[in-house]
Structures are given as C-alpha cells and as structure tokens.
T-cell receptor, first 113, second 112 residues
Framework: GAGVSQTPSNKVTEKGKYVELRCDPI?????LYWYRQSLGQGPEFLIY????????DSGLPNDRFFAVRPEGSVSTLKIQRTERGDSAVYLC???????????FGSGTRLTVV | AQSVAQPEDQVNVAEGNPLTVKCTYS??????LFWYVQYPNRGLQFLLK??????LVKGSYGFEAEFNKSQTSFHLKKPSALVSDSALYFC??????????FGKGNQVVVIP
C-alpha cells in the first residue's frame, strides 16, 4: 500500500484480556518500529525490527508485551493480561533501512476498561 | 541520556503572523533532529530533519527549522501562519538504532 497501515484503528478490551495490534508497513521497508503514545505525551519507543528479527526491544515495558515480524513484512504487537495503564495509542513506523526519519501509521487507540 | 524539551504547552498566534515552536535537546554524539506534526486522530507526519550541513533546514508546508549547536536548540518556524497549521507539533532526536526520543509536544493554535 501507499502508507503504513495499522489495524484496528480502535480497540476496547477488558482488563486481563489479550490483544493483538497489527502493522502493515510500506512495501519493501526493512526497518519497522513500534511506539506508544500516552495521553498528553510524545511517543515512546517500544521495539525495532530489521527484517524478521527484533534488533532492539529495550523499550518494551515488561514481559506482557511481545512483538513479532515472522516474514519481514507485517508485524503484530501482542499484549497479555492487559492493564488499564496500557491504554494509549500504539504507533507503527517503517523505513527502507535504518535511515534517519521514517513514515508513521495512523495508530491503534487501545482502551482497557 | 537523550532528551528533548519543548517548554511551552501551547503556542497561540494570529493568522499571518510568524510562528515559532521551541525545542532544545540533549544527546551524546552528533544530533539528528526532526519535527513531526500530528492532526487529531491521525498519525505523525514528517515535516523536516537536520542531519548535517546547513543549519537552516527547509521542510514541508513552508516550515523551516534552525539548528543551533551552541544553544542545543532546533526551533521550528513559519513566516506566516495559516489556520490549517493548528495541530500538535513534536520535536525529536535520533539515538542508537535510529530510535527517536520525542518531546511532549506543543499545541499550536492559529487564530483567524
């Protein structure tokens, strides 16, 4: 597609449930990033993929968060046992390589009730 | 550690007047700096970046930014603001593995 696509655009889930957030990067982009944006804050880095492997997962807040990119294209961010504090907008971005500046998707707004 | 400060929560400016959004940064090594804009319920849109070279960087929609190494600043500017420029603006600095550290953002309100 022409841009980075994220689905769903909105997700409401109950505390304790499992959720998956999907990111479809721009075709051919090898680098993929996940960020989390809480209300009134700037985005915070979660994880970076170069190809299929997670090159840097230092931003994941705890072991309830996990992300995969099995074929080097689509990525899924997985959150287990969701908590109300996980409520935020989750942003995905991609770039042709680990170059400076990348294209963001519109995000998934996650609300944990 | 890397960090970005955007000291003003909101910037109000009359349409047609110059717009400035302030940003200071802290990072080890050479700074690679960015400005993004966010409209309601939309993702971040890239405006401009400084990697090296001329300290005055020109970007999208008539925006420009000036890199000042001695003041560790990267202020965003537009000579004549439009109502459609009303949005949330984020300054960011790149660090290891091309991650970005963002400021908290500035809400710009352009008054007709």
């Amino acid at each position: 597609g022409a841009g980075v696509s994220q689905t769903p655009s909105n997700k409401v889930t109950e505390k304790g449930k499992y959720v998956e957030l999907r990111c479809d990067p721009i075709s051919g982009h090898t680098a993929l990033y996940w960020y989390r944006q809480s209300l009134g804050q700037g985005p915070e880095f979660l994880i970076y993929f170069q190809g299929t492997g997670a090159a840097d997962d230092s931003g994941l807040p705890n072991d309830r968060f996990f992300a995969v990119r099995p074929e080097g294209s689509v990525s899924t961010l997985k959150i287990q046992r969701t908590e109300r504090g996980d409520s935020a907008v989750y942003l995905c971005a991609s770039s042709p390589r680990a170059s400076y500046g990348y294209t963001f998707g519109s995000g998934t707004r996650l609300t944990v009730v | 550690a890397q960090s970005v400060a955007q000291p003003e929560d909101q910037v109000n400016v009359a349409e047609g007047n110059p717009l400035t959004v302030k940003c200071t940064y802290s990072v080890s090594g050479n700074p690679y700096l960015f400005w993004y804009v966010q409209y309601p319920n939309r993702g971040l849109q890239f405006l401009l970046k400084y990697i090296t070279g001329d300290n005055l960087v020109k970007g999208s929609y008539g925006f420009e930014a000036e890199f000042n190494k001695s003041q560790t600043s990267f202020h965003l500017k537009k000579p004549s603001a439009l109502v459609s420029d009303s949005a949330l603006y984020f300054c960011a600095v790149s660090y290891g593995n091309n991650r970005l550290a963002f400021g908290k953002g500035n809400q710009v309100v352009v008054i007709p």
